[in-house]
């Protein structure tokens, strides 16, 4: 992510983290089908799409402007390239309705883009004052005004506790509660204001911007980031073709810890007690894991690019 803090709309575009790792981790066959579930600014589908020769790329990206601009970025690529507007939740039925049985690689990118970091109006940035926002899909119901101003204080807390992992969470909580009572929370630099007021001075400095940690909460609740990673990861698994790959980057502890419980399960296969004698279950590995400990990227990606700083990729490979 950039720190930009011009008022000026951003490209959409942004630093493809970890694109060499990612495309070569995909064992790419120029005839196969891969999947891209998190578009974003077309970094990675491009690179793929141009190791294509009659494959196939499906980009998938919830936001619509994400898909305008990466339409434009890949007119290079366009005869390999179908575009879905969709979440990636939602796998099953984006491949059905493209007539896919079986992919040969699929690609997430979790978090929030650049362009929404750094695009003002869609209220993602703890950086510039916007309407609470924070919608991938502009068009999604709920946002972040109605989580800040209509969740009760302890489902609240819990939010900024678990997704946050923010130890200061019971008093930024409190503090969002006694401020919309008066008055509703309507912007970003109205809730920056509340958080800083919620953490100690001597803290405020610790990892980074103080009201980071309570955004990014925010953001995964709206979005409902979490809970679809699991179902996905082993929808994707399920239609790898042998030998298919599958390569996810997450960007914090908690994103990364469902990636590789979910790889690990699916690797194990047998869910007996272990004082079986014999399987009975009957359930074998999906997968070997490629990356027993999630890439990191490189002295020269870090040099350049500060969001990387915590991306980790995880590679699996179709049994």
Do not use: W
Not at 137 to 160: G, Q
Not at 243 to 258: A, K, N, P
Not at 271 to 295: A, H, M, S, Y
């Amino acid at each position: 992510m950039t720190d930009s803090q011009t008022n000026s709309t951003p490209e959409f575009s942004h630093y493809s983290v970890m694109l060499t790792e990612c495309v070569d981790g995909l064992n790419i066959d120029p005839t196969g089908v891969y999947v891209d579930c998190t578009l974003g600014g077309g970094g990675h589908s491009l690179e793929i799409a141009r190791r294509l020769t009659t494959g196939r790329l499906i980009c998938i990206d919830q936001d619509e402007a994400a898909i305008r601009a990466a339409s434009q970025r890949l007119s290079e690529v366009a005869d390999r390239v179908i575009f879905e507007h969709d979440n990636f939740s939602n796998i099953r039925a984006i491949l059905d309705r493209n007539g896919v049985d079986a992919v040969d690689g699929a690609l997430i990118d979790l978090g929030v883009s650049s362009y929404q970091l750094d695009t003002p109006e869609r209220g993602f940035s703890y950086n510039y004052d916007a309407p609470l926002d924070m919608r991938m899909n502009p068009d999604a119901p709920i946002s972040a005004y109605h989580i800040v101003n209509e969740t009760p204080f302890e489902e609240l807390r819990r939010i900024i506790t678990e997704y946050g992992e923010e130890r200061f969470a019971n008093q930024i909580a409190k503090n969002i509660v006694r401020a919309r009572e008066e008055k509703p929370v309507e912007t970003t630099f109205e809730l920056v204001e509340l958080i800083k007021k919620s953490i100690p001075p001597k803290n405020r400095q610790d990892g980074g911007h103080p009201a980071k940690r309570t955004f990014q909460a925010i953001r995964i609740a709206v979005n409902d980031e979490l809970a679809i990673i699991e179902p996905t990861v082993n929808a994707l698994i399920d239609v790898l073709a042998p030998g298919g790959r599958l390569c996810v980057i997450t960007f914090h502890s908690l994103e990364d810890r469902i990636v590789k419980q979910t790889y690990q399960a699916a690797a194990k296969g047998c869910t007996c007690p272990p004082d079986f004698p014999v399987c009975i279950c009957g359930k074998k590995p999906k997968i070997d894991i490629i990356t027993r400990k999630p890439l990191t990227a490189t002295e020269a990606e870090l040099a350049e690019n500060n969001r990387s700083h915590s991306a980790k990729l995880r590679i699996a490979e179709r049994v």
